[in-house]
């Protein structure tokens, strides 16, 4: 009975974000004195639990303390709870822990969409558009990382070469708005950044790798596609001013008069060219010559797609 009590407080708490001591008693039927005794049992088990003092205070568990995860899936799981919810009255109360423990694995289940989610920082992979976006290919990483599992990988590099290939991979990196992937690359022999967008079929095998010593820092410092940096200066309207901010930071921006001007080192190739376009007929690139004229040729190839 003790157990199972101290079980049910534990569920209690994960299922809420603070919880008072004298709505513990009255749940379990227990006086707040035993509820102080479960509480400190709870902690010298390794239970993370944070006392909040004052009128507004109760019991908290730490964010980062998750019970262990069930193999059903969302659906699973709300249809379980959809079952016993309707049967509840049926079973005098019996089915009331069950209740409590799926609906904890529930939630651990809808944090799952994201990759990192905490009190104040969330990372959702997905798009608006596509929440989807992304997720199949880092739970697969990510699982590979754990586990140090060589994947096999077919890639589409910034040239549209395709080739498939055997791939260690280390980490995942989030750099200027893009998922990369870093680790030791067979094909190349040589430690790589793969774009996940570029990925085009990634399967996990059953050959573990053991970890060599690199650095991923290295590889952030320079450039991704191997191209070379150029001075770029383009005017700008005040609707792009915080993207462009966002972009460059506010110290590459002055103001001339009703305009702005921003002036930076940039990596060239496609990647500059699709992020300029971006910003629509709001910017106007200044310098250099060799540029406006890659942009003039991508925005005549638009305009005779929409021509012809």
Excluded at 29 to 46: K, M, N, Q, Y
Excluded at 55 to 78: Q, V, W
Excluded at 82 to 109: P, R
Aim: glycine share 6%; net charge neutral; hydrophobic share 35%.
């Amino acid at each position: 009975m003790k157990s199972g009590v101290m079980f049910g407080i534990l569920l209690t708490i994960l299922n809420n974000r603070k919880v008072k001591r004298d709505y513990l008693a009255e749940k379990f039927e227990i006086s707040t004195r035993t509820v102080a005794r479960h509480i400190d049992s709870l902690c010298e088990g390794g239970v993370p639990i944070i006392t909040v003092r004052g009128a507004n205070g109760g019991y908290m568990i730490a964010d980062d303390f998750k019970l262990e995860r069930s193999f059903f899936t969302s659906d699973e799981l709300h249809r379980l709870l959809t079952c016993l919810n309707a049967t509840a009255t049926s079973f005098a109360g019996q089915n009331h822990d069950l209740i409590e423990k799926l609906k904890h694995i529930g939630a651990v289940k809808e944090n799952e969409k994201y990759l990192l989610k905490t009190d104040t920082l969330i990372i959702d992979v997905g798009t608006w558009t596509n929440p989807q976006n992304y997720r199949g290919k880092i739970e697969a990483l990510n699982k590979a990382i754990d586990g140090d599992f060589t994947v096999n990988m077919g890639y589409t590099d910034n040239k549209d070469y395709f080739s498939v290939r055997d791939f260690d991979p280390y980490c995942l990196v989030l750099k200027e708005g893009a998922w990369y992937t870093y680790g030791y690359c067979h094909l190349r022999r040589d430690f790589r950044l793969f774009r996940l967008t570029r990925i085009k079929s990634l399967t996990i095998t059953d050959k573990k790798f053991v970890r060599k010593e690199s650095d991923v820092y290295e590889k952030l410092s320079g450039n991704f596609d191997d191209t070379d940096l150029i001075d770029v200066e383009f005017e700008f309207f005040s609707t792009a001013l915080s993207e462009v901010e966002e972009w460059l930071g506010p110290e590459a921006i002055s103001e001339r008069g009703a305009s702005y001007i921003a002036k930076a080192s940039l990596f060239g190739g496609n990647l500059l060219i699709n992020k300029l376009l971006s910003f629509g007929s709001s910017i106007k690139v200044l310098k250099p010559q060799a540029l406006k004229e890659e942009l003039l040729v991508e925005c005549s190839r638009v305009l005779r797609r929409y021509t012809y």
